[in-house]
């Protein structure tokens, strides 16, 4: 368990890496923290939002969107913010979750009541 099989070639792991970048989306090829969120839109039966790649592109996330380099998938979007988990190996190889929240800038979120 958590460790590589002994059977298996170097050559096969390296393969399936390879296949792995090939079938990245194009919210993949970014850091989550270069991302920038512009909009959220809430209240609906599928919440939705919008960020913004370093190129000035802006791309629209659901929950479940794959997103950043260490395969982060969008798990909550609520008022002002999105929450993207990413799951990644520790020194001793063991999968750690880690939550990143992505919020609006401060100016930008609704008008406070």
Not at 9 to 19: A, H, I, M, P, R
Not at 93 to 98: D, F, L, Q, T, Y
Request: glycine share 8%; aromatic share 6%; charged share 30%.
């Amino acid at each position: 368990m958590g460790k590589r099989d002994p059977f298996r070639t170097y050559f096969s792991e390296v393969e399936e890496l390879d296949e792995q970048v090939k079938n990245q989306t194009e919210l993949q090829r970014f850091d989550i923290d270069q991302l920038k969120l512009v909009g959220v839109i809430v209240g609906t039966a599928t919440p939705t939002a919008m960020v913004e790649d370093p190129q000035g592109m802006g791309h629209v996330v659901k929950v479940g969107t794959l997103m950043g380099k260490h395969w982060g998938q969008v798990k909550h979007i609520r008022r002002g913010e999105i929450i993207i988990q990413e799951e990644f190996r520790d020194f001793t190889g063991r999968r750690v979750s880690h939550l990143v929240p992505l919020k609006l800038p401060e100016d930008e979120e609704s008008p406070k009541r």
